[in-house]
């Protein structure tokens, strides 16, 4: 499967905890985004590399939330003392060339 | 503020009638725009995009959509619907110079037998 890979695809964690997320991209894809969308509404934007370059974080990352891209090519995102409004999945999606992304099927985070 | 409306939370069509979900933005500049769809335990699939050039856009499984620069619109429309159509469906859009989307809050197509 040449897609775009995300695990787990489900964690369950306790309030407090720290948990973190990879996302490995479409092979050779030079874009790579994370995205969280909570029940009934779209994805909202969180972060932005190219390459190993993060050129963009909203202002919905808080500090609690840092992401990586160290080699150009996976990615981690890690949220650390983790709050019951975390509770979302989380997307990640790549891209190269075209203005599309291709997203996996995301990361489903609750917090107990 | 940038925003995406799609004003429907639910559209309901027989199968074999043609559909429309509609999507409005106000964005400034020309932004891209494009329309995913998301099954059940899926992730969100590309189905089709506007850059530049003719208003209506031809994408997947049939569908197509429909620029308009004057009403900030961009509908999808399908001319013939079928039950697997049945999915949420979501409109987003690319501001100029950026390559993060700001998406609309999805509408659930369900398509009848």
């Known amino acids: 499967d040449t897609g775009v890979s995300q695990n787990p695809r489900h964690k369950i964690t306790k309030r407090g905890q720290n948990v973190t997320f990879r996302c490995d991209p479409i092979?050779?894809?030079?874009?790579l985004y994370w995205y969280r969308q909570t029940l009934g509404q779209g994805p909202e934007f969180l972060t932005y590399?190219?390459?190993?370059?993060?050129?963009?974080k909203s202002r919905l990352l808080s500090d609690r939330f840092s992401a990586e891209r160290p080699k150009g090519s996976f990615s981690t995102l890690e949220i650390q003392r983790t709050e019951q409004g975390d509770s979302a999945m989380y997307l990640c999606?790549?891209?190269?060339?075209?203005?599309?992304?291709?997203f996996g099927q995301g990361t489903r985070l609750t917090v107990v | 503020a940038q925003s995406v409306a799609q004003p429907e939370d639910q559209v309901n069509v027989a199968e074999g009638n043609p559909l429309t979900v509609k999507c409005t933005y106000s964005?400034?500049?020309?932004?891209?725009l494009f329309w995913y769809v998301q099954y059940p335990n899926r992730g969100l699939q590309f189905l089709l995009k506007?850059?530049?050039?003719?208003?209506l856009v031809k994408g997947s499984y049939g569908f197509e959509a429909e620029f308009n620069k004057s009403q900030t619109s961009f509908h999808l429309k399908k001319p013939s619907a079928l039950v697997s159509d049945s999915a949420l469906y979501f409109c987003?859009?690319?501001?100029?110079?950026?390559?993060?989307?700001?998406f609309g809050t999805g509408t659930r197509l369900k398509v009848l037998a």
């Open positions: 964005v400034s500049g020309n932004p891209y």
């Open positions: 999606a790549s891209s190269e060339g075209l203005p599309e992304a291709f």
């Open positions: 506007y850059i530049t050039g003719d208003n």
């Open positions: 590399f190219q390459n190993e370059a993060q050129l963009e």
């Open positions: 092979s050779e894809h030079n874009r």
């Open positions: 987003a859009v690319m501001p100029s110079g950026t390559y993060k989307y700001i």
